[in-house]
């Protein structure tokens, strides 16, 4: 089976692809290295079955596939806003340009849409029948809407073309190889108690999140690819379990043996007071949840960091 990968290079796509060629298939990731690096995929890169491509997905792109993972797209506000229109045309080009691909290889596509696809939500927790409370004209909405628009198009793909879908809504995910700078709370905790800085709360920290750790939800994702022809989704990816940033950050000050104090910041207008999934869906029809406790998942994502950060990580933009 031969499958595509874009965004192979990145946080998630890199582990994808390691599973991927695990499981025995040939694997060409397309990654135009954005936020992404050949170090996340170093250790596939002249091995059997695995083809590395320089390409950005907002051009066309002729290959060979049977499935298509469609993941490249900036995932953390600070990469996704640095070139918002570069963000959304990845999002809507980069989505006609595989979903064309697709429709031409008649391949399976599974899109990596998001949790953000529900906005500032009204109700919690979200389950894919919410069709979200999304502003469309605000600095995140290069993303959001971007993410929104390609599931339309999956969608219609699908419905005019009979092309064979997959729509995964990702939340927040953490683990080894996520981008030491991207702003996101786990990699900042981690980072700050490594290097002994403060952890920056924002507000009292009594705000919750729930963390999926990389390998549950590379099961999630390989799960859907796999599911009968006539299960889409969308569905939701990403672990119930909630913690309130404070715990988090007491967990990671306790596994790094830190000496860092925790400080505290005003929250931003835009902070969501709670995130979390309902996937009753996933648990239903994948036959999938999270199995990893927060406290490994963390334990494995110091250690990557602790190793990254000896070797001068900050060049990374
Ligand atoms: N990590 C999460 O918690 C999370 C949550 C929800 C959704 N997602 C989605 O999962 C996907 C992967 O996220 P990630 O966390 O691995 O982010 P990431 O930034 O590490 O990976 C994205 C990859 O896409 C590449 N890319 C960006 N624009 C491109 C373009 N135009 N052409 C080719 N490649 C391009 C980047 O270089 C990078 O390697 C994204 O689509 C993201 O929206 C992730």
């Given at each position: 089976m031969k499958a595509l990968v874009t965004g192979g290079a990145g946080f998630l796509g890199s582990h994808l692809c390691d599973r991927l060629i695990a499981d025995g298939s040939d694997v060409l990731c397309v990654d135009n290295l954005y936020t992404g690096s050949l170090?996340?995929?170093?250790?596939?890169?002249?091995?059997?079955?695995?083809?590395?491509l320089n390409h950005d997905v907002t051009s066309p792109l002729d290959a060979e596939v049977e499935r298509i993972f469609n993941l490249a797209c900036p995932?953390?506000?600070?990469?996704?806003q640095r070139n918002p229109i570069e963000t959304t045309r990845t999002c809507v080009h980069g989505a006609i340009n595989m979903l064309d691909l697709a429709t031409r290889q008649r391949a399976r596509i599974l899109q990596a849409s998001t949790s953000e696809v529900y906005g500032d939500p009204d109700i919690h927790p979200q389950s894919e029948d919410y069709w979200g409370r999304v502003n469309p004209i605000g600095?995140?909405?290069?993303?959001?809407?971007?993410?929104?628009?390609?599931?339309?198009?999956?969608?219609?793909?699908h419905r005019q073309l009979?092309?064979?879908?997959?729509?995964?809504?990702?939340?927040?995910?953490?683990?080894?190889?996520?981008?030491?700078?991207?702003?996101?709370?786990?990699s900042n905790f981690i980072v700050q108690a490594l290097r002994g800085q403060p952890i920056t709360l924002f507000g009292d920290g009594s705000q919750t999140r729930s963390f999926c750790y990389v390998d549950d939800l590379i099961n999630g994702l390989v799960s859907l690819m796999d599911t009968p022809d006539d299960f889409t989704g969308p569905v939701n990816l990403?672990?119930?379990?909630?913690?309130?940033?404070?715990?988090?950050?007491t967990e990671v000050i306790a596994l790094t043996g830190s000496s860092s104090r925790i400080e505290c910041k005003p929250l931003p207008d835009d902070d969501p007071r709670q995130r979390k999934p309902d996937i009753a869906l996933a648990r239903r029809c994948l036959d999938?949840?999270?199995t990893v406790q927060l406290r490994d998942g963390l334990a494995k994502?110091?250690?990557?960091?602790?190793?990254?950060?000896?070797?001068?990580a900050e060049a990374r933009p």
């Open positions: 170090d996340n995929v170093r250790q596939l890169l002249g091995g059997t079955g695995f083809n590395f995932a953390s506000p600070i990469h996704y600095p995140r909405s290069c993303y959001d809407e971007g993410k929104r628009c390609a599931e339309t198009l999956f969608f219609d793909y009979r092309l064979r879908i997959k729509v995964a809504r990702i939340f927040n995910t953490y683990g080894p190889r996520m981008h030491p700078n991207d702003g996101r709370v786990v990403g672990n119930p379990v909630e913690f309130t940033i404070r715990e988090l950050a999938w949840e999270p994502t110091i250690a990557y960091f602790d190793s990254l950060l000896g070797q001068g």
